[in-house]
């Protein structure tokens, strides 16, 4: 029995993260073979093989010509995901509606393992974002996720996960991005200033349930040029409380 339980601990873990070592050196590009996927995992061909046989005879990988690409099985565990709370349904037409509504990107991100996540965005290249994972203190939306923890769990979040410089904007500092989260508790919305990418800006509000469970994160970005000082402190806030508030409704009242 202990064998057992040495085999499931050591082989099988190392099984699995073979298997994912190549979907992450799959999705980052389209259509690999298999002799790039060796070099980029530095697994030996036949381990290499042997996977991709499994993966695709399970139909979460597709193989065409020698080349392999992620499949569309994944779209029904991704969407499983995006609708496992009805808030995250809710959400999707608000964004869609913002991104009429103001015609810049608009996105809905909730927090997973510390990260903020994409789980809906309107805009340009919109499909590519869904999943995809930022650090929570270089975003609006992030800052805004932060705000909703005490100071204890901030401070285990810049212990573990540690303020990166993403741009020369980015707050590395602890006792700024403790100001920060003050000010977006304070008036109720954060504000991305080239943050997480030179030429950006945006705003992000946080959503709540009827009973007043956070949610996550609405929020607007688009370039410097048009998110002046006016449209970022006064008309998107109001405007994505709105929508905040019309989600919370619809929850409410469907």
Do not use: C
């Amino acid at each position: 029995m202990g064998t057992d339980g040495d085999e499931t601990g050591g082989a099988g873990v190392s099984t699995t993260r073979k298997t994912f070592a190549l979907l992450e050196a799959l999705k980052d590009e389209e259509g690999v073979t298999i002799a790039t996927l060796t070099e980029r995992t530095d697994l030996p061909k036949s381990t290499v093989y042997r996977h991709l046989q499994t993966l695709t005879d399970l139909g979460y990988v597709i193989e065409r010509d020698g080349a392999y690409y992620v499949g569309f099985r994944f779209v029904e565990l991704g969407e499983q995901a995006r609708t496992r709370k009805v808030g995250y349904t809710a959400a999707k037409r608000a964004v869609f509606e913002l991104g009429q509504e103001t015609d810049e990107r608009a996105v809905f991100i909730v927090e997973e393992a510390s990260e903020a996540v994409y789980v809906h965005r309107y805009g340009s290249l919109s499909n590519t974002m869904i999943g995809h994972r930022r650090p929570l203190h270089s975003m609006a939306s992030g800052k805004v996720i932060l705000a909703e923890w005490d100071d204890a769990a901030v401070a285990d979040y810049i212990d573990d996960i540690g303020l990166e410089t993403i741009t020369p904007n980015t707050i590395t500092d602890p006792e700024a991005l403790f100001d920060e989260l003050e000010r977006i508790r304070d008036r109720g919305y954060g504000v991305n200033n080239q943050e997480h990418m030179e030429g950006l800006r945006g705003v992000a509000v946080p959503v709540y349930t009827p009973d007043d469970e956070f949610l996550g994160s609405l929020a607007v970005f688009g370039p410097t040029s048009r998110f002046t000082d006016n449209y970022v402190h006064d008309e998107l806030p109001t405007r994505l409380r709105n929508k905040a508030g019309e989600i919370k409704v619809t929850l409410a009242y469907g």
